[in-house]
C-alpha cells in the first residue's frame, strides 16, 4: 500500500489534505495528529477524520521521539486509546519504548473491543543507521508485540540503505523498513520490491520526514515495477 503523510495544524486542513491524498492515488493516510494544534479534542478530530478511518494510520508521535506533541505523556496515551474507540482506524503507530513504557496500556489497548485495527510498532534512529543487530533486537521487540514492525533509521552514506535492507533478506513477514534522508531514497524505492507492506509518501512539495518522495512519484514507480513484474512471469 501507498501511505500518505498528512501533517497539518488544524482537522479541517488534515481532512482536505487526506481528500487530496486519495485523489492522487494513495491506498491510505497516515494522519500525524501530533501536529494538529493544542488542545485539539478527540471529539473535534473524530468529527472531522473519522470518515476516513478504514483507510488511515493514526500516529501520535511523542517529543521524545521527533513528533510535535505538546501535551504531557498521559494526554498523549489517553488521545490515543480515545481515537482507538472513536475513529477505529485501520491502524495505530505505537513507538516500541511507549509499547514497553506502559506495557498495561498498551496490552489494554490491543484488546480493547472498542477497536479491532492493527498495530504498527515503530522504532526510529534519527542520528544514523547503526549495526545489523541492533536493528534486529529492535524488529524481534517490536514484531512481538505488534502485527507489523516498522524500523526507521538515517542514511548518511548510501552503504546505510543496504545495512538496512538486510533485515528484508533475514524475514520480510510485517516487516516495514527504510532510511530517512537525502542519502536513504533508495531504501524507499527498493522497499516496493523487498516486501514492505506501507510504502511512505508525501503530498507534492510537503514532505513531512526527510527523503521523503511524492505520492505521485512512488505511485508512478510502483505502476512500473508491477508492470515490469507481471511482463517477467
Not at 113 to 137: A, C, Q, Y
Not at 152 to 180: H, K, P, Q, S
Request: proline share 3%; hydrophobic share 40%; charged share 25%.
Amino acid at each position: 500500500m501507498i501511505c500518505t503523510t498528512i501533517a497539518a495544524e488544524t482537522c479541517q486542513e488534515m481532512a482536505k489534505k487526506a481528500t487530496e491524498g486519495f485523489s492522487l492515488g494513495t491506498d491510505i493516510v497516515e494522519f500525524r495528529i501530533d501536529t494538529l494544534a493544542r488542545k485539539t479534542t478527540s471529539a473535534a478530530i473524530s468529527r472531522s477524520l473519522g470518515r476516513f478511518g478504514q483507510k488511515a494510520i493514526v500516529t501520535v508521535r511523542s517529543k521524545e521521539q521527533e513528533g510535535a506533541f505538546l501535551g504531557v505523556e498521559e494526554e498523549r496515551l489517553d488521545l490515543i486509546s480515545d481515537l482507538s474507540a472513536s475513529m477505529k482506524p485501520a491502524y495505530l503507530d505505537i513507538e516500541l519504548e511507549t509499547a514497553k513504557r506502559h506495557e498495561t496500556w498498551f496490552k489494554g489497548l490491543t484488546t480493547s473491543p472498542s477497536w479491532s485495527g492493527k498495530t504498527i510498532v515503530s522504532w526510529h534512529d534519527f542520528t544514523g543507521t547503526p549495526e545489523l543487530e541492533v536493528m534486529r533486537r529492535a524488529r524481534k521487540e517490536a514484531k512481538g508485540l505488534g502485527d507489523f514492525a516498522k524500523i526507521v533509521t538515517m542514511a548518511n552514506t548510501a552503504d546505510d540503505n543496504l545495512r538496512l535492507l538486510m533485515l528484508y533478506r533475514e524475514d520480510a513477514r510485517g516487516l516495514i523498513a527504510f532510511c530517512m534522508g537525502s542519502d536513504g531514497t533508495a531504501s524507499r524505492i527498493l522497499s516496493l520490491q523487498l516486501g514492505s507492506p506501507v510504502v511512505y509518501a508525501s503530498l507534492p512539495g510537503e514532505p513531512v520526514a526527510p527523503g521523503q518522495l511524492s505520492v505521485v512519484t512512488v505511485k508512478t514507480l510502483k505502476t512500473m515495477l508491477t508492470a515490469r513484474a507481471e511482463q517477467g512471469s
